[in-house]
């Protein structure tokens, strides 16, 4: 179970930082920028993106489906992947969205949708290996 979840995960990364490159998916996709609070793009007109934001989707889905191949690999993938978006969570939660620390950038729905899929990601990494170990 966990290496098809690691893989599933993977591709919707992918598909997510390819998304924030296409206009109209994509809104007010000429006020996209490299990083910052300035970029006025919002995926699916909801989330707050960047070049950097769509290139760490990216690179995160790559890890991840490089990770997948393995039980091991897969439960890393997962864990420590859950738990870099709960730590991105906390951090948009305490920083000014308007300020220079808000380099990704982050919006409220961004916050939220991270501390939703560090929870997921966990639990699957979690779930993953205990039946993993029980088998």
């Known amino acids: 179970m966990v290496r098809p979840a690691a893989l ?18 994509t809104t007010h996709y000429d006020l996209l920028r490299f990083a910052g609070h ?7 007109g909801l989330f707050e993106v960047s070049v950097l934001h769509n290139i760490v989707h990216l690179l995160f889905g790559l890890v991840g489906l490089a990770l997948a191949r393995t039980v091991t690999g897969a439960r890393a ?8 978006y709960l730590v991105l969570w906390l951090y ?28 997921v990601m966990i639990l699957l990494g979690w779930l993953g290996a205990t039946r993993h170990a029980t088998t």
């Open 8 to 25: 599933a995960i993977s591709v919707v990364f992918l598909v997510v930082g390819i998304l924030g490159f296409i206009p109209g998916i």
């Open 38 to 44: 300035h970029s006025g793009a919002m995926l699916f």
């Open 77 to 84: 993938f997962l864990i420590v992947g859950g738990l870099i």
């Open 92 to 119: 948009g939660l305490v920083i000014g969205k308007g300020t220079a620390a808000n380099f990704v950038p982050l919006n409220t729905a961004d916050d939220w949708l991270h501390f939703v899929l560090g929870v």
